[in-house]
T-cell receptor
Framework: DTGVSQNPRHKITKRGQNVTFRCDPI?????LYWYRQTLGQGPEFLTY????????KSRLLSDRFSAERPKGSFSTLEIQRTEQGDSAMYLC??????????????FGSGTQLSVL | EDQVTQSPEALRLQEGESSSLNCSYT??????LFWYRQDPGKGPEFLFT???AGEEKEKERLKATLTKKESFLHITAPKPEDSATYLC???????????????FGTGTQLKVEL
């Protein structure tokens, strides 16, 4: 068990460019979450998947953001036409959700995005 | 909308000086309250889940308690390695309209000095 892996660790891009991040969850985990965190703030929910199905998206999530989890394994988060306000740490978390029990989220170390 | 407020924003302690961190919350039916520790440049690390008022959980020098309106994280005789940001989060009951997301507070940045 190597934990949740996120790549790249850092990404610097110019405004208007598209970026894609990857998350590899813990292998047996069925749920995968994306959060965004800015300096001095707590993580903010973006979206989550149960297996390959995207079950919930934040109402704050711009349509420039899209996430996929093909085959219920790794996930990608794409941001199109990046803006300076997109600069943040993008965190991925996974969990093994069993019906009627609360789940424990395991977070990766995040991808730090800087939009110039 | 679910809300979590943590205080203080920052706390500086001497090694061995015990203290408490506060997490006040409003949620449409609490499913769980979570405490996480976050070190600089890392993702949050799970500490505790509390489910109902009156519940307490302990791990080494940390003890978390829960009431209907707030949670406390008590740190007994802290050491420098306890320095980190401590995050509180709530998860709403799906029957109350909440999904599976966690709503986080802004955290308490703890610094323990020798």
């Amino acid at each position: 068990d190597t934990g949740v892996s996120q790549n790249p660790r850092h990404k610097i891009t110019k405004r208007g460019q598209n970026v894609t991040f990857r998350c590899d969850p813990i292998s047996e985990h069925n749920r995968l979450y994306w959060y965004r965190q800015t300096l001095g703030q707590g993580p903010e929910f973006l979206t989550y998947f149960q297996n390959e199905a995207q079950l919930e998206k934040s109402r704050l999530l711009s349509d420039r953001f899209s996430a996929e989890r093909p085959k219920g394994s790794f996930s990608t988060l794409e941001i199109q036409r990046t803006e300076q306000g997109d600069s943040a740490m993008y965190l991925c978390a996974s969990s093994l959700a069993v019906a009627a029990t609360n789940e424990k989220l395991f977070f990766g170390s995040g991808t730090q995005l800087s939009v110039l | 909308e679910d809300q979590v407020t943590q205080s203080p924003e920052a706390l500086r302690l001497q090694e061995g000086e015990s203290s408490s961190l506060n997490c006040s919350y409003t949620v449409s039916g609490l499913r769980g309250l979570f405490w996480y520790r976050q070190d600089p440049g890392k993702g949050p690390e799970f500490l505790f889940t509390l489910y109902s008022a009156g519940e307490e959980k302990e791990k080494e020098r940390l003890k978390a308690t829960l009431t209907k309106k707030e949670s406390f994280l008590h740190i007994t005789a802290p050491k420098p390695e306890d320095s980190a940001t401590y995050l509180c989060a709530v998860q709403a009951n799906p029957r109350s309209g909440g999904g599976n997301k966690l709503t986080f507070g802004t955290g308490t940045q703890l610094k323990v000095e020798l």
